[in-house]
């Protein structure tokens, strides 16, 4: 009986390419539901023998394990999070502009409402 393996709606293509090439690598068979014309099915990959279950959610946890550690990895490379105070030394007219903009926007969203009492 076929056993549903990983759900595939939100998953990037690159991802469920390699997923598909880690299953064919270690010789699992498997098959995939696609999401359909409107996007109402279940988009997903199944097992086809059940017995392979267990080494399937094992490579799979090894992999997504893999995966996050190389997002991680790249995400520290790209400078990781910055911060408003790191923003404004990097592009301080930027930053100040978008300050501006915001200030703007809750004056002119706000003061209808703060003149009704006048």
């Known amino acids: ?46 097992l086809k023998d059940q017995s392979q279950l267990e080494r399937a959610r094992e490579l799979l946890s090894q992999y997504e394990a893999e995966r996050a550690a190389k997002a991680r990895s790249e995400y520290q490379r790209a400078g990781g999070w910055r911060g408003i105070l790191q923003r404004l030394k990097e592009d301080p007219f930027r930053v100040l502009l978008y300050l501006a903009l915001i200030v703007a926007v809750l004056y002119f969203s706000t003061m209808p409402f703060l003149s009704l009492g006048e």
């Open 1 to 46: 009986m076929a056993v549903q393996l990983i759900v595939l709606r939100g998953v990037p293509e690159d991802e469920a390419e390699e997923i598909r090439a880690l299953l064919a690598d270690a010789g699992i068979d498997y098959y995939e539901t696609p999401e359909g014309n409107w996007g109402v099915s279940l988009p997903a990959v199944w």
